[in-house]
């Protein structure tokens, strides 16, 4: 049996809605937050090594690392529903999404995140990273402009991938949607999927997704 360990307002939302889009049958455990410093509680770090969501166990395995996970999923039990083949016209710029969600954008997201507690005397790191940043939102607006999808035409795991960045991520950051009417319609298409709604549902109850 499949188990998803979801982290309350963490990336494992993405795990959750990929096996409701895939309608699977999973067993799912949810973990508050700890109070004093918002990091995983001590039952979720003891499930892998790096103490960090999402994880999943499947028999005896036990994953880490969202994209592996998604892959992992998609590939064993959703017969690669999201991934896209080589010959397919999307196949580059699925790979490309797919890859460019955890390589770059949430890891400059991140780092933003931490120098603006660090408070730094050199003001470089910050530059340095806040230029990444605005270049990514910056493709991430053109690319919802001629795209229905971040993998193209159809949902894929670049999607399950991104969409997690630019929604429950923003909650921590000052990024607004209010010059970025792509990405503002292409969060509305997401939030009216019935898979999105019921993950988001499940994982965290009461709280309104943030799709605007
Ligand atoms: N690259 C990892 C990042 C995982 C990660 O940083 N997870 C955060 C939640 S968004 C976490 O577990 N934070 C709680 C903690 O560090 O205790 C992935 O995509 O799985």
Redesign the pocket.
């Known amino acids: 049996m499949l188990t998803v360990h979801h982290?309350g307002?963490?990336?494992?939302e993405r795990i959750v809605w990929l096996c409701e889009e895939l309608g699977l049958d999973y067993e799912y455990k949810r973990y508050s937050?700890r109070e004093d410093n918002?990091?995983?509680p001590d039952e979720?770090?003891a499930l892998h090594p790096?103490?960090?969501?999402?994880v999943i166990q499947d028999g005896d395995l036990v994953l880490?690392?969202?994209?592996a996970?998604c892959e992992y999923i998609d590939r064993k039990y959703g017969a690669a529903k999201h991934c896209l083949d080589v010959s397919h016209p999307d196949f580059a710029d699925h790979l490309f999404w797919f890859h460019f969600t955890?390589g770059t954008f949430?890891t400059n997201g991140?780092m933003q995140l931490m120098l603006s507690m660090a408070e730094p005397k050199n003001p470089m790191p910050a530059e340095f990273v806040a230029d990444r940043t605005a270049k990514a939102w910056t493709m991430v607006e053109q690319r919802l402009g001629e795209a229905e999808f971040f993998g193209g035409s159809q949902l894929t795991l670049a999607d399950i991938m991104m969409v997690?960045c630019i929604t429950t991520?923003r909650m921590f950051r000052d990024t607004t949607l209010d010059e970025m009417p792509n990405t503002a319609a292409y969060l509305q298409r997401i939030g009216q999927r019935d898979a999105y709604k019921r993950a988001w549902e499940k994982c965290e109850p009461g709280i309104p997704p943030h799709l605007t």
């Not at 307002?9 to 494992?12: A, D, L, N, V, W």
């Not at 790096?50 to 999402?54: C, F, H, L, R, T």
């Not at 880490?64 to 994209?67: A, H, Q």
Request: charged share 15%; net charge positive; proline share 4%.
């Open positions: 982290l307002i963490s990336q494992s937050r918002r990091l995983a979720y770090k790096m103490g960090i969501a999402p880490g690392e969202s994209g996970i955890n949430m991140m997690y991520a």
